[in-house]
């Protein structure tokens, strides 16, 4: 299970054998809830670039 942090956006947990793994998307990106991936801020927050 994977799951977004509720106050960092570019934090996301990975959830094994009930034990939450914290990790976090490379400089400028965030964690994309739906998609499961970090992807640009500028895309995320839909944003012309």
Do not use: Q
Not at 11 to 28: D, G, Q
């Amino acid at each position: 299970m994977i799951l977004a942090d509720a106050e960092d956006p570019a934090v996301f947990y990975i959830c094994t054998n009930e034990i939450a793994h914290r990790f976090a998307c490379p400089e400028h990106t965030l964690f994309v809830a739906a998609e499961g991936v970090c992807d640009w801020e500028w895309k995320v927050r839909g944003e012309d670039d």
